[in-house]
C-alpha cells in the first residue's frame, strides 16, 4: 500500500462525536481515516462525509459485506486496510475473514483492498509490549482497531487530528459519570467508561486494554505531531 498524507483527520467511532458539529472541519482534512463499520450517512454534521482509508477488524468484515453496495461501490475511493488473527486471515483457502474479502475484491475489481501481514500483527504486539512492558497474549489482552489505526496512520501521515477519542483519566473525572455511548452509531449501546473499565479490568477472554492504549497514546502524542481535538488532551 503506497499512501501518504500531509494531514489526517483520525475519527473515533465513540458517542463522544455525537453533537460535535465537526464534521466541516474534519473533511477539510487531507486524509479522513475511520474505523470499521462507522457510518458517514446520517451524521455528516458532527463526523463528516469523507472516508479516504478505513481500518477494519476481522470481526466487522461481515458487517460491510452485510451493506457491501454501500462500502464497496459508493465509496469505492475508499482504501480499506483489513486486520486479524491467522485463523481468520490465512492465505490458504482455509481463513474464512480472507476468503469473503476475496469474494469482494473480484466482485468490485476497482476498490482498493489490503490486508495486515502476520508480521505486522507481530510488530504491533512487540510495540504494545515495548511500551507497556505486558506481553499481549499472557495478559489475555487483544489490541483494539484504534491501536492499529494510531500505528498506521503514524505511518501515512505527517500530522494526525484526532477526533472522539478520550484521554486514560477521563473515566475517573466528574466528566466521566455522563452517560456516551461506546459507539455514535449506536446511541442506547453500551456506555463506554463502563465497557472500558470492563474491559481494563477483565483477567480473561478477548479483551481490549482500552485505558492502556490511551496511556501509550498520550506518550506518542509527545513523540510526534498528534494531537487530540475533541475532547481535546
Known amino acids: 500500500m503506497d499512501v501518504h498524507c500531509n494531514q489526517c483527520a483520525l475519527v473515533s467511532s465513540s458517542g463522544q462525536m455525537l453533537s460535535a458539529g465537526l464534521g466541516e472541519e474534519i473533511d477539510k482534512n487531507q486524509c479522513v481515516i475511520r474505523m470499521n463499520n462507522a457510518p458517514t450517512v446520517g451524521y455528516e454534521q458532527d463526523v463528516g462525509s469523507r472516508t479516504s482509508l478505513r481500518v477494519v477488524s476481522h470481526t466487522s468484515v461481515p ?25 481468520n486471515m490465512r492465505q490458504d483457502g482455509k481463513g474464512p475473514i480472507f476468503n469473503a474479502l ?3 475484491a473480484k466482485k468490485y475489481p476497482d476498490v482498493r483492498l489490503y490486508a495486515v501481514t502476520s508480521e505486522a500483527i507481530q510488530y504491533c504486539d512487540q510495540v504494545f509490549q515495548k511500551e507497556t512492558g505486558k506481553n499481549r497474549m499472557q495478559t489475555g489482552a487483544f489490541l483494539s482497531t484504534g491501536f492499529f489505526t494510531m500505528i498506521l496512520a503514524l505511518d501515512v501521515c505527517d500530522s494526525i487530528q484526532v477526533y472522539g477519542m478520550i484521554d486514560d483519566n477521563h473515566c475517573t473525572q466528574p466528566k466521566g459519570a455522563q452517560k456516551v455511548p461506546y459507539h455514535y452509531y449506536k446511541p442506547r449501546g453500551p456506555d463506554e467508561c463502563v465497557t472500558y473499565t470492563q474491559h481494563e479490568s477483565s483477567r480473561r477472554g478477548n479483551h481490549h486494554r482500552f485505558i492502556t492504549e490511551k496511556q501509550v497514546f498520550a506518550r506518542w502524542a509527545k513523540q510526534y505531531n498528534v494531537t487530540f481535538v475533541h475532547p481535546s488532551w
Do not use: S
Request: proline share 4%; aromatic share 22%.
Open 102 to 104: 476475496l469474494k469482494i
Open 63 to 87: 458487517l460491510l459485506v452485510k451493506n457491501e453496495l454501500y462500502y464497496f461501490h459508493r465509496a469505492a475511493d475508499t482504501t480499506y486496510v483489513f486486520w486479524g488473527p491467522d485463523r
